[in-house]
């Protein structure tokens, strides 16, 4: 049975709320309204929100900015006093996704950005503890500053949260780019402000907390993981050791079907453990967008804009011209000196089958006993050295004009490149009817593929796109693929699609919510998850 929900706090209730947390954290790291307190987003605006969405669908009502986890906890206790729904964020840079936009309207936003302890760095056993407001560039710099032999892992752009990128499962280029199952150890805050630790955690000063995931029990991780169940306030995270010897590797294939035996031989290399990073794979639209050539960059400036997109002729005549390839993967080599020349030889064998290939290797051959250093390698296109870099925040701006956006739908699909290249005909076939263009940015895994693609689009297009993100799911969901993170916007659709058994899975998540939270202050729909009392009808009014 469907109970009535509360109604929306009212000013009054949001009043007492903000003049509570005040005095504990400061009215300087109270936000009464949502236009100031953020961290700088692209354009230099410190407004939270969607940067991306002219609509405000999901503005929140204000935000609070504690530096401490007894800051969180007394700050969690008072929204359930008020009956204020939060929306957590580590540091609100979760562009393509909704960046420090709630699905719910009014929510008050609880960023920790503030909270930028790196507690431990161990150089010996490969890991770090952080805070959700570290970043990849501090965690890197920290590395950096004390001389440490380890590469961490980063996404493409670094300014955003290691534990928050993290917990949303998302990926760096390193070995453990994956970075959901290098996570060990959480400290949460509960609902009713109780302080959690998984895993070893559970026990007092226990030493293998950041070594050891599985602890003694049901292993909880997972639990926050996507999920509005607590607030992570702490993180251990493993991190790649420097190797003695490096090699960055692209792979070009110079037709579009080569996606297929591209994507097959790269997680059969993956599954035999010759490549130990995740490979990147690039489409023709993205090459010539990255190009540095002159002459690429005028012919695609005529395309370039709103309402508009680049015809693949025009492509394919830059291709022939200037041999971009229709396909690039991106991956690297790390081991020691003796392994690094016969992996290499074993990677060319293993793609010579392909006609027309081209690789080519950036070697670092090392001496041993020594180990690669960041500052040999410098900045990389892809940062698999674990560099951190803003440089892909320049694409934004591709079609034409400033104050760019984008959107990405990155369906999990079987990784033989077979099931990955049928879906991509569909989905480019769709993106060309949109007017805009297909940016892939398709990484493989050894028993999956993220099929990213990218949309890149303007203001004025929102509209358009968020049609063309319909379609797109419509036709993931009737090849049974399902992305792996949504945009706060569709976080509902994708829940509806979890199906099986009546769809018990939701069912489950909202009992756990009720058991969890049964205010239900903490982050309302995100996953698409709600406490039981909250109907269909109420849900939609909210969004």
């Known amino acids: 049975m469907t109970h009535s929900k509360s109604a929306a706090p009212d ?30 987003g692209t354009q230099g605006h410190d407004s939270y929100g969607d940067p991306f969405s002219t609509t405000g ?20 206790k008072l929204a359930n006093i008020h009956k204020i729904p939060l929306w957590t964020v580590s540091r609100g840079k979760n562009l393509g996704y909704g960046g420090s936009g709630s699905v719910t309207k009014g929510c008050v936003i609880l960023d920790l950005h503030r909270m930028k302890k790196i507690l431990e760095v161990n150089e010996e056993y490969g890991y770090a503890v952080v805070e959700p407001g570290v970043s990849f560039f501090d965690l890197f710099n920290e590395i950096q500053g004390r001389g440490l032999n380890l590469w961490p892992s980063v996404p493409a752009i670094g300014w955003g949260s290691v534990l928050g990128n993290t917990v949303d499962r998302g990926f760096g280029y390193t070995p453990n780019g994956e970075h959901s199952q290098s996570q060990c150890g959480m400290e949460v805050v509960m609902s009713n402000g109780e302080l959690l630790r998984t895993g070893m955690g559970a026990m007092d000063n226990n030493k293998a907390f950041p070594l050891y995931k599985g602890g003694f029990g049901p292993a909880l991780d997972g639990l926050f993981f996507q999920s509005n169940f607590g607030i992570v306030t702490k993180l251990g995270i493993h991190i790649t050791p420097a190797p003695e010897a490096y090699a960055t590797v692209e ?44 002459e690429v960059q005028s ?16 492509l394919e005549e830059l291709d022939a011209k ?53 500052a040999e390698i410098k900045e990389e296109e892809i940062p698999h050295s674990g560099i951190p870099t803003l440089a892909p925040l320049a694409i934004l701006d591709s079609r034409g004009q400033k104050g760019g956006c984008h959107l990405d739908f990155s369906p999990v699909i ?17 993106t060309i009817n949109a007017n805009f263009d297909f940016f892939a940015d398709f990484h493989v895994y050894p028993r999956y593929v993220v099929g990213i693609e ?34 706060v916007s569709y976080m509902d659709d994708l829940a509806s699609r979890l199906q099986f058994n009546n769809s018990a899975f939701i069912r489950f998540n909202a009992n756990l919510k009720d058991a969890l ?26 969004l």
Do not use: C
Not at 355 to 368: A, K, L, Y
């Open 322 to 374: 200037h041999k971009l390839g229709f396909w690039k993967a991106y991956f690297s080599l790390y081991g020691s000196v003796e392994m690094l020349p016969a992996m290499l030889v074993t990677v060319q064998r293993a793609f010579s089958h392909i006609p027309g290939v081209r690789i080519t290797t950036r070697e670092f051959p090392g001496s041993p006993g020594e180990f690669i250093t960041a």
């Open 414 to 430: 079987p990784p033989s490149g077979r099931e990955l290249y049928e879906w991509y005909l569909a989905a480019k076939q769709l």
């Open 299 to 314: 012919e695609l400036a005529k395309y370039m804009k709103p309402n508009s997109h680049v015809p693949y002729s025009v």
């Open 251 to 294: 792979i070009s294939v110079p037709k579009e079907e080569d996606l297929v035996p591209l994507v097959g031989t790269l997680s059969d290399l993956m599954r035999r453990s010759i490549i130990l990073n995740s490979p990147s794979i690039a489409n023709i639209f993205r090459l010539a967008l990255m190009s540095q050539i002159p």
């Open 454 to 487: 990218l949309v890149i689009f303007t203001p004025e297009e929102e509209g358009r796109m968020n049609s063309l993100f319909k379609d797109l799911l419509q036709d993931g969901i009737q090849r049974a693929y399902l992305p792996y993170r949504t945009h």
């Open 57 to 76: 669908s999901h503005m929140p009502s204000g935000a609070v900015r504690p530096s401490e986890v007894q800051h969180v906890q007394a700050i969690v």
């Open 11 to 40: 000013r009054e209730a949001m009043r007492r709320f903000f003049d509570a947390v005040s005095k504990t954290i400061g009215e300087n790291n109270v936000s009464r309204t949502p236009q100031h307190g953020a961290l700088q």
């Open 517 to 542: 939270d049964p205010n239900g202050i903490l982050s309302p729909g995100k996953s698409g998850i709600w406490n039981n009392n909250v109907s269909q009808t109420q849900r939609d009014s909210q």
